[in-house]
């Protein structure tokens, strides 16, 4: 089971503005460790689209932000787009399993 | 172009083995930490195993644990999952995957990401 816990699906308006939590723990996100997130488009593999928090990969659009706050992390997406649909997954690191930890990961409809 | 090609997968009977690799290339490969992590069909994602850049440390999850044993080859630029004793719910698409350091830092993310072998372990 994941111990990093994320809404399993939020949804938009083209245009609008998404946001998608990830809460951990004390022994995750709460030790300091950081958060990277990965989008997930139908039928493909995982890509990085947020690493240390809120730092974006050379070609991802500055629609998608993160931060991070206490044991929680979040990522925005402005400006949704239908090529956004898919489903996003934060990662981290935890000190009690001395394992990364993935998000349960969300779907991101875009109505 | 950095690319990570994995291959092995297959249909096994419980308690049967196989063996992944996957294929790096575009990069320093022993520069890196490399890992493998799994999706099974329509799951979310679970870090098996990873391994630092000169194969001395390694990290397993408490689910492989025991079973699975990671390898790499820095002459071959390749990485290996070894996955024995293996049970119905070790099945999913296994995706090779570079770390951001090289060795098994708790601030690693990964990219890029192979696009997977399934591993179905069915009777």
């Known amino acids: 089971q994941s111990v990093l816990t994320q809404p399993p699906s939020v949804s938009g308006a083209p245009g609008q503005r998404v946001t998608i939590s990830c809460t951990g723990s004390s022994s995750n996100i709460g030790t300091g460790y950081d958060v990277h997130w990965y989008q997930q488009l139908p039928g493909t593999a995982p890509k990085l689209l947020i690493y240390d928090n809120s730092n974006r990969p050379s070609g991802v659009p500055d629609r998608f932000s993160g931060s991070k706050s206490g044991t929680s992390a979040s990522l925005a997406i402005t400006g949704l787009q239908a090529e956004d649909e898919a489903d996003y997954y934060c990662q981290s690191y935890d000190s009690t399993l001395s394992v990364y930890v993935f998000g349960t990961g969300t779907k991101v409809t875009v109505l | 172009e950095v690319q990570l090609v994995e291959s092995g997968g297959g249909v096994v009977r419980p308690g049967g083995s196989l063996r992944l690799s996957c294929a790096a290339s575009g990069f320093t490969f022993d520069d890196y930490g490399m890992s493998w992590v799994r999706q099974a069909p329509g799951k979310g994602l679970e870090w098996v195993s990873g391994?630092?850049?000169?194969?001395?440390?390694?990290g397993y999850a408490d689910s492989v644990r025991g079973r699975f044993t990671i390898s790499r080859d820095n002459a071959k630029n390749s990485l290996h999952l070894q996955m024995d004793s293996l049970r119905a719910e070790d099945t999913a698409f296994y995706h090779c995957?570079?770390?951001?350091?090289?060795?098994?830092?708790?601030?690693?993310?990964?990219?890029?990401w192979g696009q997977g072998t399934l591993v179905t372990v069915s009777s």
């Open positions: 391994i630092n850049w000169n194969g001395v440390s390694k």
């Open positions: 995957v570079r770390g951001s350091y090289s060795g098994h830092d708790p601030s690693n993310w990964f990219d890029p």
